[in-house]
């Protein structure tokens, strides 16, 4: 591109983006997702079987287990920035240890 | 609620005692019991007893907030290491604001004296004196 240099990452302004820019997710990646998103509901569960009742127990009820949820809620997440206003959940800061809305805005 | 995310929320009925569709084992055999008894009391642990909280994943990338419930709750020092809170609607508050970092287990019983159960094997024999002073 720039004369004798050979096109990459590096010389391209510096930016090197490690990640894939692709939306899908690998099989090994999804099963982790259902892997993780059980584990978060197991925790649920262990504090319903308790007996004891809190806020945070009561809004957590609400929300759907991962049996529940839909392909796209599981493996994409509302984005007003994307195309489609969805982007995939590896996009997501440290997706795989920060609470992910398991729902999207209606619509969306 | 995404549009799939609300059909499945209207079939679903919505009573206090929560069911969810779980789908771990252990699950299958609360829900027919839970279901049936319609209380969240009824399940094979005591009324009050105690959380056995383990931590799985590492502190890195968390955010400061939910680093501190987790040093709150005494984890954040060893993964795998296993901390006692009681049954109370503190200990389940802190928990569940850290649910994707831990694990979880009911026990039966009062809390333990000692912090954190001893994951090292037994020794295997007992000191019964010693020579020198």
Known sequence: MFGAFRASGVSQGGLLWKARMKMDLSPTQKANIRKRLKAADDVVMKIEQSGVQCNALTKLQAEPTEAQMPAMDKYTVFSRTFKGYRKSVHKVPHFSKVAIPRTAPAGF | ?133
């Open chain 2, 1 to 133: 609620m995404s549009s799939v995310s609300r059909i499945l929320a209207t079939a679903r009925p919505t009573l206090f005692s929560s069911v969810r569709a779980y789908s771990t084992s252990s699950a299958a055999s609360e829900a027919s019991t839970a279901a049936a008894s319609s209380a969240t009391e009824a399940a094979a642990s005591s009324a009050t007893g105690y959380y056995k909280v383990t931590q799985t994943r590492s502190l890195i990338g968390v955010p400061k907030s939910t680093i501190k419930v987790l040093k709150s709750l005494g984890l954040g020092r060893r993964i795998g290491r296993p901390v006692f809170q009681p049954h109370a609607p503190t200990a389940a508050g802190k928990i569940l604001k850290v649910k994707e970092l831990v694990k979880v287990e009911n026990m039966s019983g009062t809390i333990p004296a000692e912090g954190y159960q001893r994951t090292r094997a037994t020794k295997g024999y007992k000191v019964v004196g010693k020579m020198l002073p």
